[in-house]
DNA sequence: GCGTAGGTAGAGGGATCATTCTACATCGTC
DNA sequence: GACGATGTAGAATGATCCCTCTACCTACGC
């Protein structure tokens, strides 16, 4: 059962990350989901619930590996944070955040659009408080996001240049 | 001839950017570029190439609003761009970057791929000269992708944010 | 031994869509 | 006034896709 979903959920999700939300047929993913149609179909009832149902998992797996176990000083944070970002970039996907990839495939969707919200709040908020940020985690955001926009372009110099404005940032506010 | 093939490329990049990239059917993309369906085929073969003639009017019109006539001042250069590009994303676009939302919904096209990384070349390095940062471009790309991205979920808090990381990290390298 | 829950395999409907093609209109130029 | 270039209107085609449905299988508790 729940067995079933998270096999579903991983298969959705690898299947999205990698060749985008237009692409892939219903087929193709439930080749990747490695279930039948019908299984498919009763744990996501449509292919934009199985959108949905990639982005729930891809949310706790990005969550769980950039902000578990960070360190206690603030600037030290900053920087793993930053770093694990990299690393996310690097392996698990080449071209940009999933999230937005999946507004822009389909702008009309409030529950997409709510999903990326809730998302995107929730990694400001989790990298402010991590970094002694309370008031400012709006910077924090444009760091985060300007990095992972730019991370497919500049690669690692990506990294430095983020935390070289992470550092500037908490030098001005402290 | 080429007044028809510019009022394809506004049609095309406004019924873009108001639906999306994979919304509009071929017979949408007509009635926003007010010509027949020969016509739009005789200019544009095949839906993908009018998609890049969305990109390249965007591209130029882009250019012009964020980088024409900017001040000496490198740090009140810097503002401007940054004001600038919040001006445009509240009057041209309410989520996100159309290049990085024409890649997603189709991750596989080299051409869009080379467009993109075109485009915020070019961004970037107008952007550098512009605030006397010459080495430092990725930074600054850092930042305004992460305006870009964020500017939809905080507005005008996210052009200040801005604004204070290019500060900073102006008063770092001078 | 048998019913039930949860699974597989895959064919078919119904709709949409990109692209092509035919037939006709307009207009500046010789 | 005829002609060629450039445009419009819209039907036909061929393919794809989402989703549903039928038929069958397997494991397990009682």
Redesign the pocket.
Known sequence: ?T???RKISDGLERAFASRGFA???????RDAA??????????T??????VLAALENRQQRYLHRVFDGLPEEPDVALYTILSRVGDWMATETSHGCLFHAAVAADPESPALRALLERHKAEVATRAATACGLGGNDTALLVIIEGLTQAWPLRGAAAVEAAKRLGHALQATTS
């Open positions: 059962m067995d079933t979903m692409e892939p047929s219903v087929e193709d993913l490695g279930v039948s149609l019908r299984t498919l179909y009763k744990y009832p449509s292919r934009a619930e199985m």
